[in-house]
C-alpha cells in the first residue's frame, strides 16, 4: 500500500528531473557569442615558406623574359617501353567497351522495321541499325565510348522513343 501512495509522487519527479536534464542540455548546445576578447586568431604568414623566383625566368625593365633551362631529370628512358607496349597492346585490340542506345526490342519484325524508319525520319543525323538475335529484333542507335557521351543522345531519343535504354556493347575499333 505504501508504494502506490507514493507512486505519483516519483512520476512527478521523474517528469520535472527529465525536463530539467532536457533543459540543461538544450542550453548548452546553444552557440555562443564571439566577443573581440573570446574569439581566437592566430596569424601564420610568418611561419609560411619563402620561395624564389623560379630560375628560367629573368626580370628586366619591369618584363619577363624566358629562357632555356635544360632538363635535369628526364625519364623518357624509363617510360619509353611501357608506352611502347601498351601502343602494341592497342594496335591488337579490335572491340573495346562502350554502349550503345536500343531503341527497340521484340519479336516483331514489321514493328522493328518501322521502328527503323520513324528513326531515319524523325531523327536523321543518326543512323539506326536493325539487328536480328533469335528470338528478337533489335534496333540500335550509335557508338559511345563512355555513358557521358551517350546521354545526350539517349535523352532527345527518349522524346520519340520512351522505352529506348542505353545498353553496354563491344565496339568495334577502326
Known amino acids: 500500500m505504501r508504494f502506490g501512495k507514493q507512486l505519483p509522487k516519483l512520476k512527478s519527479v521523474i517528469r520535472h528531473s527529465s525536463f530539467v536534464i532536457f533543459t540543461i542540455l538544450a542550453l548548452s548546445c546553444v552557440a555562443q557569442k564571439k566577443d573581440s576578447k573570446s574569439y581566437y586568431h592566430e596569424d601564420l604568414y610568418s611561419l609560411r615558406p619563402k620561395f624564389q623566383d623560379p630560375?628560367?625566368?629573368?626580370?628586366k625593365n619591369n618584363?619577363?623574359?624566358k629562357m632555356d633551362v635544360?632538363?635535369?631529370?628526364?625519364?623518357n628512358v624509363l617510360v619509353d617501353p611501357i608506352l611502347d607496349s601498351i601502343n602494341r597492346f592497342n594496335l591488337t585490340r579490335k572491340f573495346i567497351d562502350g554502349y550503345t542506345i536500343q531503341i527497340y526490342s521484340g519479336q516483331n519484325r514489321e514493328e522493328a522495321m518501322n521502328t527503323k524508319k520513324k528513326m531515319s525520319s524523325d531523327v536523321?543525323?543518326?543512323n539506326a541499325e536493325l539487328e536480328y538475335n533469335q528470338p528478337k529484333f533489335r534496333v540500335r542507335v550509335g557508338s559511345y565510348f563512355s555513358r557521358l557521351?551517350?546521354?545526350k543522345d539517349l535523352v532527345r531519343l527518349k522524346h520519340f522513343f520512351p522505352n529506348a535504354i542505353l545498353v553496354p556493347e563491344k565496339i568495334m575499333v577502326r
Not at 55 to 59: K, R
Not at 70 to 75: D, E, Q, S
Request: hydrophobic share 40%; proline share 5%.
Open 124 to 126: 536523321s543525323e543518326l
Open 70 to 75: 635544360p632538363a635535369t631529370r628526364n625519364v
Open 55 to 59: 630560375i628560367d625566368t629573368i626580370q
Open 63 to 65: 618584363s619577363m623574359i
Open 149 to 151: 557521351e551517350a546521354q
